[in-house]
T-cell receptor, first 111, second 111 residues
Framework: AAGVIQSPRHLIKEKRETATLKCYPI?????VYWYQQGPGQDPQFLIS???????DKGSIPDRFSAQQFSDYHSELNMSSLELGDSALYFC??????????FGPGTRLTVL | RKEVEQDPGPFNVPEGATVAFNCTYS??????FFWYRQDCRKEPKLLMS???SGNEDGRFTAQLNRASQYISLLIRDSKLSDSATYLC????????????FGTGTQLKVEL
């Protein structure tokens, strides 16, 4: 069965640079969620979109923004990167408010 | 205090053992409950949803006690492949559909 696709899988950036993470949900899933998991921590909710509209917002820094496009894929844009932004970024998708399925994640390292 | 609390472990058990994990949550207006499994550096994968009536899936049994705000997971006949971190996850009412994770309980099954 098709799963959530995330790209890139690994990303290395310097401080103050920008990064864009992409997420392609499972086909026919209309809701996308972004989570951040720091080293040794549990995943923390950042933001979600339902039918291309922001549906909920968590602990997402103002330096980050995201959107969902007409084909339901989503992008997380991160600017002025800081060392503390180094983490695994997971995207999950669901159909309405059904069970969330996670992608393999993007490992971001900020040097 | 975290909204979802778990004993971080590690739980080191021999193959074939029965092991139980517990989780408590602070918000009584909680909507739905899950156990996810996470292998090192991989995405969380849904193990099972948890219902008030209790539910079983093969060697795994989950229980929910809403009065005590307590969730449990029982694994029977542990296999080496069960070694992972088990995340207790709650979807709080009024919290959109974002998931709140416990810190996870690490299980190591040994020969």
């Amino acid at each position: 069965a098709a799963g959530v696709i995330q790209s890139p899988r690994h990303l290395i950036k310097e401080k103050r640079e920008t990064a864009t993470l992409k997420c392609y949900p499972i086909p026919r899933h209309d809701t996308v969620y972004w989570y951040q998991q720091g080293p040794g921590q549990d995943p923390q909710f950042l933001i979600s979109f339902y039918e291309k509209m922001q549906s909920d917002k968590g602990s997402i820094p103002d330096r980050f923004s995201a959107q969902q496009f007409s084909d339901y894929h989503s992008e997380l844009n991160m600017s002025s990167l800081e060392l503390g932004d180094s983490a695994l970024y997971f995207c999950a998708s669901s159909r309405n408010t059904d069970t969330q399925y996670f992608g393999p994640g993007t490992r971001l390292t900020v040097l | 205090r975290k909204e979802v609390e778990q004993d971080p472990g590690p739980f080191n058990v021999p193959e074939g053992a029965t092991v139980a994990f517990n989780c408590t949550y602070s918000n009584s207006a909680s909507q739905s409950f899950f156990w996810y499994r996470q292998d090192c550096r991989k995405e969380p994968k849904l193990l099972m949803s948890v219902y008030s009536s209790g539910n079983e899936d093969g060697r795994f049994t989950a229980q929910l006690n809403r009065a005590s705000q307590y969730i449990s997971l029982l694994i029977r006949d542990s296999k080496l492949s069960d070694s992972a971190t088990y995340l207790c996850v709650v979807n709080f009412t009024g919290g959109g559909n974002k998931l709140t994770f416990g810190t996870g309980t690490q299980l190591k099954v040994e020969l």
